[in-house]
């Protein structure tokens, strides 16, 4: 069982359309990351959330932290073809310098022009 | 100014070859980790080095040995290479506290083995 479930697991999308993809758990988390993963490319950070219901935005992408925080959602508003990636979400496990990043299986999102 | 940077980009063995990836990480960050993404694009932790020393090794075969000669390089090298070891593999780092601060990511070594 993964401890982080995302869904949809691929999404297709026209240019223009609004998409909302979520990041679910039974755990409780400290934290949680959101990454956007282009092919033959790393991971890139979005955001971390922290605090049980906080919202923050990075210009049409809006990031919600559960107020239980067990799980999470990224809203995209008015898609882009640039939008087109692998959303990966990823809770930290463990403290300090032993700590380490669980990820999700990821989203794979399709935007056409 | 690559942040992280993993050679080689793509790698294509025979089975049996031991091969190995370097990575090397320019942030000043303490800590280095590997992970390997299949090919359903799910990405798990390897190994984790903070300063030199390893601090997680998640029951990877031994036939993966990471290297960490100073705290900037974290390489890793496979000895007897097999089907199953294709991926793609990831080095990251991070400053001490990664729940607040993330992975810095390479991009990444595409591990063919035939």
């Known amino acids: 069982t993964q401890l982080l479930e995302q869904s949809p697991q691929f999404l297709s999308i026209q240019e223009g359309e609004n998409l909302t993809v979520y990041c679910n758990s039974s755990?409780?988390?400290?934290?949680l990351q959101w990454y956007r993963q282009e092919p033959g490319e790393g991971p890139v950070l979005l955001v971390t959330?922290?605090?049980?219901?906080e919202v923050k935005k990075l210009k049409r992408l809006t990031f919600q932290f559960g107020d239980a925080r067990k799980d999470s959602s990224l809203h995209i508003t008015a898609a882009q073809p640039g939008d087109t990636g692998l959303y990966l979400c990823?809770?930290?496990?463990?403290?300090?310098?032993?700590?380490?990043?669980?990820f999700g299986q990821g989203t794979t999102l399709q935007v056409k022009p | 100014d690559t942040a992280v940077s993993q050679t080689p980009k793509y790698l294509v063995t025979q089975m049996g070859n031991d091969k190995s990836i370097k990575c090397e990480q320019n942030?000043?960050?303490?800590?280095m980790y590997w992970y390997k993404q299949d090919s359903k694009k799910f990405l798990k932790i390897m190994f984790s080095?903070?300063?030199?020393?390893?601090?997680i090794n998640e029951t990877v075969p031994n036939r993966f040995s990471p290297k960490s000669p100073d705290k900037a390089h974290l390489n890793l090298h496979i000895n007897s290479l097999e089907l199953g070891d294709s991926a793609v593999y990831f080095c990251?780092?991070?400053?001490?506290?990664?729940?607040?601060?993330?992975?810095?990511f390479g991009s990444g070594t595409r591990l063919t083995v035939v």
């Open positions: 755990s409780v988390f400290s934290s």
């Open positions: 990251a780092s991070s400053p001490q506290g990664i729940a607040n601060y993330g992975y810095t």
């Open positions: 942030l000043g960050h303490d800590t």
């Open positions: 080095y903070n300063n030199k020393e390893l601090i």
């Open positions: 990823a809770v930290p496990r463990g403290s300090g310098n032993t700590g380490k990043l669980i």
């Open positions: 959330v922290v605090t049980g219901g």
